[in-house]
């Protein structure tokens, strides 16, 4: 299941950004 590996990839690295986002929103604040 190359195509679903792909997914978790393509989702996993959307989530680190948002989490990066969040991170430096916080610190900011």
């Known amino acids: 299941n ?3 590996s792909k997914e978790e990839g393509k989702y996993c690295i959307i ?3 948002v ?3 969040q991170g430096t929103a ?3 604040d």
């Open 2 to 4: 190359r195509s679903g």
């Open 15 to 17: 989530l680190g950004r």
């Open 19 to 21: 989490y990066l986002l």
């Open 26 to 28: 916080e610190s900011r």
